[in-house]
């Protein structure tokens, strides 16, 4: 058990441009969706988990998980999903909340713990993935 619980909020709240405004959260990986693999991923880390999505689309209900819309209005990308989903926690009475992005969907299963490693050694209140790059030998940060 983690000393500290974090909700998670799957950040699904694009206008999917470059895919031809296909939801790319229902996208296709190994016979599950993007959607699918995020939240079962995240229901194993974390006490509570909601989406933030701005989509009609029935198929999110599927999850019977809460569906946050933005916010605030306009399709303003995923800073408007952070604040809608600490602003959610919030109303929880959480402090601290996860984001993960739907078309992130092979996260580490152990993200959260880390992350929250991560806040208590730095020290810090906000933090974010990074992984490893071969070609450059450094880290590349995931904000």
Same mark, same amino acid.
């Not at 604040?83 to 969907?105: I, N």
């Given at each position: 058990? #983690?000393?500290?619980?974090?909700?998670?909020?799957? $950040?699904?709240?694009?206008?999917?441009?470059?895919?031809?405004?296909?939801?790319?959260? !229902? #996208?296709?990986?190994?016979? *599950?969706? $993007? #959607?699918?693999?995020?939240?079962?991923?995240?229901?194993? *880390?974390?006490?509570?988990?909601?989406? @933030?999505?701005?989509?009609? @689309?029935?198929?999110?209900?599927?999850? /019977?998980? %809460?569906? $946050?819309? /933005? *916010?605030?209005?306009? !399709?303003?990308? %995923?800073?408007?999903?952070?604040?809608?989903?600490?602003?959610?926690?919030?109303?929880?009475?959480?402090?601290?909340? +996860?984001? &993960?992005?739907?078309?992130?969907?092979?996260?580490?299963?152990?993200? #959260?713990?880390? $992350?929250?490693?991560?806040?208590? &050694?730095?020290?810090?209140?906000?933090? !974010?993935? +990074?992984? +490893?790059?071969?070609?450059?030998?450094?880290?590349?940060?995931? %904000?």
């Amino acid at each position: 058990m #983690l000393e500290m619980e974090v909700p998670a909020v799957i $950040l699904s709240g694009g206008q999917s441009r470059r895919m031809d405004r296909n939801d790319k959260a !229902f #996208l296709s990986i190994s016979n *599950q969706t $993007l #959607l699918e693999i995020v939240v079962d991923r995240l229901q194993r *880390q974390a006490p509570r988990v909601a989406i @933030n999505t701005n989509s009609n @689309n029935p198929k999110y209900a599927q999850h /019977d998980l %809460p569906i $946050l819309r /933005d *916010q605030i209005e306009g !399709f303003l990308g %995923p800073l408007a999903g952070i604040l809608t989903a600490m602003k959610w926690a919030d109303d929880l009475g959480y402090k601290t909340v +996860a984001t &993960v992005a739907v078309d992130t969907p092979l996260f580490p299963k152990n993200l #959260l713990k880390e $992350l929250i490693r991560k806040m208590k &050694v730095s020290h810090s209140d906000i933090v !974010f993935a +990074a992984s +490893a790059s071969d070609n450059k030998k450094k880290k590349v940060l995931h %904000p």
